[in-house]
């Protein structure tokens, strides 16, 4: 159980690394001449699988704030995107602190990790996408992990749509515990007459803050020690047991609203239309 957990809590760890400041508050859209030529599309949804990692780059945004996420995610040990090689080993000391502050939760990381989440989002942005037409196939990559380049365009090549959303999803804590994030990864490949055809793809983030979330904390015990700047073993000790009391309830909330906001930013993307956030 120990090993099944403890890998797991490595699939959700994400490595940490400065992100940039979001250039604009507005939701990435795709070309609207690529849109103007697609009347069909079907939708191939991955998520990190049991042996590699499905995060593929090495920043996300969050709009106003730096916010430290995944460079990339461990599986089975194998470590991806190291962003500032000086600081490899601080990072690595750190994932490991954040593995064994989280170990006590293994059963409930396993428990609650959101592969439906995925999906749900992934088939409710399908179904609004007007170019993709009525009800769009949405299904779950067969393998674990993302598919390739090649692969996404032999599916695509073999598809009876004219367009497939490939969206590899990416989901963990930061360094410190103190957010959840998720990731997507876009792209859209179109059919081409002997393969297909990548015409467009973005990355698609959210991340909530563990201050943000209700209840607030309180000032004293460990919830106090949650809330300070301290990243000791206290203060991450603290903030695991804040993510996951009451059986997991901020956690579960921070999830709900990740998810919520994905879902906007990938509707709005396939749809070619800027959005507010």
Known sequence: MWGEGKGMIKKIILIGCVALVAACTTTPAMSPSHIASLHSGR????????????????RMSMTGTMLEVAAGAVFGGEIYGLALANQTGLRMSKIRK???VLSPYAATLVNLYPRHEFMDISRSAADHVHWMGKNPVVRMYAKPGEAGSAEK?????????????????TFGFGLNLKSLAVKAHVQVYSRGAHRGDLIDGTD??????????????????FEAMAAS?????????A??????ENGGARYKSAVARDMAKLR???????????GRK
């Open 153 to 169: 365009s032999h599916i695509a090549h073999a598809s009876s749509a004219q367009a497939t959303v490939f969206v590899d999803y």
């Open 229 to 237: 700047k301290l990243n000791d073993w206290a203060a991450l000790g």
């Open 239 to 244: 903030r695991a047991n804040v993510w996951f």
């Open 43 to 58: 939708m191939i949804v991955a998520s990190p699988g049991t042996a590699h990692p499905s995060l593929t780059a090495a």
């Open 204 to 221: 698609l983030d959210a991340s909530v803050q563990l201050m943000k979330l209700a209840p607030p904390l309180k000032a004293h015990g």
């Open 264 to 274: 906007f930013e990938l509707t709005n993307y396939l749809n070619g239309r800027q």
């Open 98 to 100: 954040i593995d064994t």
